[in-house]
Antibody, heavy 118, light 111 residues
Framework: QVQLVQSGAEVKKPGASVKVSCKAS????????IHWVRQAPGQSLEWMGM????????KDSPTFQGRLSITRDTSASTIYMELGSLRSEDTAVYYC???????????WGPGTLVTVAS | QSALTQPRSVSGSPGQSVTISCNGS?????????VSWYQQHPAKAPKVIIF???ERPSGVPDRFSGSKSGNTASLTISGLQTEDEADYFC???????????FGGGTKVTVL
């Protein structure tokens, strides 16, 4: 059974960066895809980007041009999402999500609340 | 403003059917058979209930069904139950520039 465990809540000041981790387990195939999806308070979901854990191929939403970095540590089975130049609008719960095929986001991490405030 | 348009809320009595629409464009919903739906209860992570327009993951009750016509996808909940009260989000693949877009979400209330 796939499990995704995320790092704890963060509070950051505007202009700072945040790095959220997602430790994955339960995979038999090393070429699994992990996406990052965020949800601002009371708002909808927003896709940010994804990485293939096996070959590090990445795709990012153009919305986060230059601010987003998704990386992997294969030895630790961990995926990282780093978002820079934080502003108050980046306050949200950040989820790491496994996908199967093009439209099945089938396993979700518990979410990490990132609060950006001065 | 979300790329896909959903009604803010729908409601129904137990046992009734409700349908949630998800209006996209010819660049997302209309182009790809990659529409999915997610159910989210308060303070919980979303859960997939429909993928590839109409496929149900194992364990999802068959009262949930999905369909698509043109640029509009739909989720129907037949035989509404109290535990179906939640927020529902649609999602579509939108090509190799935008990748994925979500709807604004629909709150389903069981009266």
């Amino acid at each position: 059974q796939v499990q995704l465990v995320q790092s704890g809540a963060e509070v950051k000041k505007p202009g700072a960066s945040v790095k959220v981790s997602c430790k994955a387990s339960g995979y038999s195939d090393p070429y699994y895809a992990i996406h990052w999806v965020r949800q601002a308070p009371g708002q909808s979901l927003e896709w940010m980007g994804m990485i293939n854990a096996g070959n590090a191929n990445r795709k990012d939403s153009p919305t986060f041009q230059g601010r987003l970095s998704i990386t992997r540590d294969t030895s630790a089975s961990t995926i990282y999402m780093e978002l820079g130049s934080l502003r108050s609008e980046d306050t949200a719960v950040y989820y790491c999500v496994n996908s199967y095929g093009y439209s099945n986001f089938n396993y979700w991490g518990p979410g990490t609340l990132v609060t950006v405030a001065s | 403003q979300s790329a896909l348009t959903q009604p803010r809320s729908v409601s129904g009595s137990p046992g009734q059917s409700v349908t949630i629409s998800c209006n996209g464009s010819s660049s997302d919903v209309g182009r790809y058979e990659y529409v999915s739906w997610y159910q989210q209860h308060p303070a919980k992570a979303p859960k997939v209930i429909i993928f590839d327009v109409r496929e149900r993951p194992s364990g999802v009750p068959d009262r949930f069904s999905g369909s698509k016509s043109g640029n509009t996808a739909s989720l129907t909940i037949s035989g509404l139950q109290t535990e179906d009260e939640a927020d529902y989000f649609c999602c579509s693949f939108a090509g190799d520039s935008t990748f994925y877009v979500f709807g604004g979400g629909t709150k389903v209330t069981v009266l």
